[in-house]
């Protein structure tokens, strides 16, 4: 494939961004990667693993001269890390960001972009319950959705560009507004986080069920949740925060429904019961058939089980 | 592997009992396995595929001469059963199950069995979202957790006997009183199902988001939770209305974190988020160094799109 982007700057290099370097050297997509991280370790990482050509100490020297910014942090670090670099940003460059809020980061980071560099937000959907720079692989993003959330001043071909990044790495990429997004991303990610987490958090304190029959038991349902729940803090932290009103919409839609649920079996009133678990299933069948996960049993560890049980076993 | 059970006879011919059947027929543990379900369907579809040597149209006939009975219906089909095939049990005959709920099991089926028949009440924490007689395989059952509940006058032989059945299938084995048994399985399995049920039904109901958006972005978290609740209705309607008041009371400490975190949320106070979301991910760790999960990324679904994209293509 063709170099899309001459020098790309990685900043943040965690999950995402570490996926990103590997995919764009598995695609020749970039000319060369720099990079930087807060940590001093994280950056001899990057480096030692052939993340980025080179790093620097700080973000504004790792924008010089680049025509991709990515801008990797928690979304509540992109508007301090934007106000940093919006004086060394080279004309004519794009910035973008892989934050799972959008309408916070571009209230944040737009107001610092000098004029003549393109802000074109992104979100890749994709991810694991990992973090750190070890974390990534190049085929992350294959198969998954890139939500791209363009603005009023987002020029038409830094976006094709951008999206031709994107596509590149595997990407499936959709369109929107930042506000949509961020009520789309509520209901299919940010509300089960926080379910997740409570629910996880739930089981930790129950004084009359050990910790260990926790997590003996978990197959049940329970370590479902426990991946989500594992997630980085720091990151779900600051999607709470920003993408506030969207999640306790949603909470409080959660919430009634819950109650009504929880009214039906006080009640003994099966049938509501029945009728709500069968509705449910279609959804899943439409996840299936959409390519977005396996059909097989258990997520395929049915079929692991099949194999030695080495991997599995205690 | 030296036969256990000299006839074995499986009631309801699901995901549990067809993967017994697979299980003891791999280890040689059953000299016979007769079975009867419902539908004549799945009858002819148990003798196609080998589960069982004999079919009956009725439990009754099925239960004859059996040392080994195993109910594996929904808990609420578990009372008519057993009263049906009482009269018809062989003296020295066990009786087991395999219910997700223990208390209401042993109130329907105890007192409709005769002396000289042992009951010891059971349940294997293994399944999948499928369901159905060819939904089993015999490594379900490994590296497992088999929770038994023997009552008072489960005659400990009986016990040992069913233990040694399933460690042979695989399974570890673990004995508790029904009650806390209930207790457990509300935080592990059922409160998680139940939420995951109801997070489902909210993002179909939600007008904004269209059901085609849920399923392309459900990546992000959203498509655990909708495994979960892929589940069989049926017996997850007859769990919440036997393990009721376990599964209120860890649903009312649930909504209490839900609550505290939602107003965390709103407040902005993101010490609180942080602090509560770094506590679960030890827990994670817990269930990974305990054999119950794999620790590769996103339940290995990142190795998956490593390998050819053709099974995740859309």
Redo the contacts between chains.
Sequence with gaps: MAVIYKRVALIGLGLIASSMALAMRAGGLAGEITGHAKSAETRDVALEIGLCDRVFATAAEAVEGADLVVLAVPV?AMGALAREIGPHLAPGATVTDVGSVKQAVIDAVAPHLPPGVAFVPGHP??????SGPR?G????F????C?LTPTESSPPDAVARLRALWEAM?S?V?EMDAA?HD???A????????????????????A??S?????????????????????D??M???V??TN?DA??D??G???E??FA??RA??L?D?DH??A??????A?????IE?????AA??????A???GP?A????
């Design positions: 509540g959907l994709a991810g694991t319950e990992y974390s692989f190049a085929t992350l294959r198969n998954r959705w939500l595997g499936n959709d949509h009520l789309v991303l209901v299919v990610s940010h509300t089960p986080h926080l379910i997740a987490y409570t629910m996880v958090g739930v089981a930790d304190h129950l009359q069920v910790n260990s029959e926790v997590i003996k038991y978990s197959a049940s349902g329970f370590r479902d949740f426990t991946r989500i729940a594992a997630s803090p720091t779900w932290r600051d709470f925060l506030r999640t306790l949603v909470l839609r959660f919430t429904e819950l649920l929880q079996i006080r003994g099966g019961l029945h709500y678990f069968t509705r449910t299933r959804i899943r069948r439409g996840i959409a390519g977005q996960d396996t049993p258990d997520f395929g560890r049915g692991d089980a099949k049980a991997a599995r076993a205690g």
